[in-house]
């Protein structure tokens, strides 16, 4: 099925650990973005990349890096997770930036 | 710096009753605009978008959006809600980047 897929969708992580969000899209979007979404913030964008090879940040990147080796795949990295971090993850893409996202499921993170 | 706010953090009402979410943006360019819906459960759709033209843009649903460009805003709005549409709804901005609004939940009762 055509989309964005996220992995994992549930992950439950120490303080201090690091861990790899993946996404991957199928539609050959140059488009792809991370956000996180907290109670009462909305969605704050983290990293965005309109190309491989190419990433820049967002609203709130800090503890947090990318990579976009392939169009394909746009992977979202915590090097030591820090209990602020609990959030839900929703990654997304689109043809350009300026169209319409399509949005992977989320992936639930709680950091202990 | 570019943003996106939405005044009404939680609305209460009751089927048939008519809607309307605020929405207002800065940012010091042209901005094409967006509104979302997470409904419960689920991640994020495309409820409308205005890229140029006709201000009044219609979405899915029944419900449609109107820009003004003179207030920065782009206020969300259907004349008769149903308890589907109990949801979430985001606003949001493409400047240099896609920013959203902190969300509305709406709440609508039988």
């Known amino acids: 099925n055509a989309g964005v897929t996220q992995t994992p969708k549930f992950q439950v992580l120490k303080t201090g650990q690091s861990m790899t969000l993946q996404c991957a899209q199928d539609?050959?979007?140059?488009?792809m973005s991370w956000y996180r979404q907290d109670p009462g913030m909305g969605l704050r964008l983290i990293h965005y990349?309109?190309?491989?090879?190419?990433?820049d940040q967002g609203e709130v990147p800090n503890g947090y890096n990318v990579s976009r080796s392939t169009t394909e795949d746009f992977p979202l990295r915590l090097l030591s997770a820090a209990p602020s971090q609990t959030s839900v993850y929703f990654c997304a893409s689109s043809l350009s930036g300026a169209n319409v996202l399509t949005f992977g499921a989320g992936s639930r993170l709680t950091v202990l | 710096a570019q943003s996106v706010s939405q005044h009404n953090h939680h609305v209460i009402l009751s089927e048939a009753a008519s809607l309307e979410l605020g929405c207002n943006y800065s940012?010091?360019?042209?901005?094409?605009l967006f509104w979302y819906v997470q409904y419960p459960g689920q991640h994020l759709q495309l409820l409308l978008k205005?890229?140029?033209?006709?201000?009044l843009v219609k979405g899915i649903k029944g419900f449609e959006a109107e820009f003004i460009k003179s207030k920065f805003s782009f206020n969300l709005r259907k004349p008769s809600v149903q308890w589907s549409d109990t949801a979430e709804y985001f606003c949001a901005a493409l400047g240099d980047k896609l920013i959203f609004g902190t969300g509305t939940r709406l709440q609508v009762f039988p």
């Open positions: 940012y010091g360019g042209t901005v094409n």
């Open positions: 205005y890229f140029s033209g006709d201000p």
């Open positions: 990349s309109v190309g491989a090879g190419i990433t």
């Open positions: 539609m050959n979007h140059e488009y």
